[in-house]
């Protein structure tokens, strides 16, 4: 349903840019956004487009990240800069309804993200 891409190994202070393709009606009636998961750790909300077309962050990964949406190929990406090695995780794509966070109601696979120091 749900299908994420671009995830990789990066250096620290490296770049890296998710992907994640949504079909309709997902893409337009819903909140998509991305989370993620370390070992050992609890899925963290990392940021959200919201099908009104506001974007949210959470405190974790603000500054470092830009969510966006590309509406002709219902795609939403998340750009993230300055990489850490605390970055490494499992990244999911996800759809789901309100403000900020999302109420997720569908989830991708996960793109692992590796940040060597």
């Known amino acids: 349903h749900l299908a994420e891409s671009g995830g990789g190994m990066v250096q620290t202070g490296g770049s890296l840019r998710l992907s994640c393709r949504a079909p309709e009606p997902t893409f337009s009636s819903y909140s998509v956004g991305w989370f993620r998961q370390a070992p050992g750790s609890e899925r963290e909300w990392i940021a959200a487009?919201?099908?009104?077309?506001?974007?949210y962050y959470a405190k974790s990964m603000k500054g470092r990240v830009t969510i966006s949406r590309d509406h002709a190929k219902h795609m939403v990406f998340l750009q993230m800069n300055t990489l850490k090695p605390e970055d490494t995780a499992v990244y999911y794509c996800?759809?789901?309804w309100g403000i900020g966070e999302p109420r997720v109601a569908y989830w991708g696979q996960g793109t692992q993200v590796t940040v060597s120091s």
């Open positions: 487009s919201h099908n009104s077309g506001t974007e």
């Open positions: 996800a759809a789901g």
